[in-house]
């Protein structure tokens, strides 16, 4: 029975990467899931030229949008699709760095620098550690500010939508130490800007978009680690806050290269 009880843990674990905004969402106390209707996708059909992806950013209706929703527009329907971005995390303990590859993930790659450019995840806080199973630090939630924490850290994110990219699915492990992702909530299209940084391998579904490999700054995100979670989210989703305090003070997308 202890064993079959272990199993479940890390199955629920396994499967409790959570996204940003209405659609998908871990609240801290009580509900786990929360899934909305997005609206209606507004891109058009229009051929991309080449070297450029066509992409469809999916707004979420105005109705559906909770008070952790920032809307600061939807990035261009057309992203390029050649070159490396460089991923740039200043944070209160240090600088995280990131190589993003265009060419795998367009219009992820695309809507993280619009958002960054927006000053999207300047001063917030990664919300969530899980140090036992999934080994990840989940950030990217543009309402997780300000001192202490709230039920609703965790539920925010942009007004739109994205579909998955880059899937590991023939990788083992699918996300290794290093790698950084987007969250979402295990549905289709439903990636925004919440993502993890993995510190160690994981046993993770391949099931989210596996956005770059970070290159620098890993010692932090152990560092986090280390100083373990309050258990915050033990009996739902798994882990907790960080003990440690992370936050991002700045985070920058360099033009592509390449």
């Known amino acids: 029975m202890a064993e079959r009880s272990a199993r479940a843990r890390r199955r629920r674990q396994t499967q409790a990467i959570v996204g940003a905004g209405a659609a998908l969402l871990l609240v801290v106390a009580g509900t786990v899931w929360l899934v909305s209707t997005v609206g209606d996708d507004s891109s058009t059909d229009t051929a991309a030229p080449s070297g450029a992806a066509q992409c469809a950013f999916t707004p979420i209706e105005a109705g559906q949008r909770t008070p952790q929703i920032k809307d600061v527009g939807l990035p261009g329907n057309q992203q390029s699709n050649t070159g ?12 995280i760095i990131a190589k993003v590859d265009r060419s795998r993930t367009p219009c992820t790659a695309g809507s993280f620098t619009h958002l960054a450019e927006k000053n999207f995840f300047d001063n917030t806080k990664c919300h969530r550690l899980v140090t036992e199973g999934i080994k990840v630090l989940q950030c990217g939630d543009p309402s997780a500010t300000g001192k202490g924490w709230r ?45 993890f940084i993995v510190y160690g391998d994981s046993p993770l579904d391949p099931n989210y978009t596996v956005l770059g490999t970070i290159t620098s700054g890993m010692d932090i995100v152990k560092q986090v680690a280390a100083a373990g979670d309050d258990k915050a989210f033990a009996q739902q989703a798994g882990g907790g806050h960080p003990k440690k305090e992370i936050t991002i003070t700045n985070l920058a997308m360099s033009a592509p290269q390449g």
């Open 151 to 195: 039920e609703t850290d965790g539920t925010g994110g942009p007004s739109y939508r994205l579909a998955e990219e880059n899937l590991p699915t023939d990788k083992r492990p699918p996300y290794p130490e290093g790698v950084i992702a987007m969250a979402n909530s295990g549905q289709p299209g439903s990636t925004g800007s919440q993502f």
């Open 84 to 95: 490396t971005q460089t991923l740039t995390i200043d944070t209160n303990l240090g600088q």
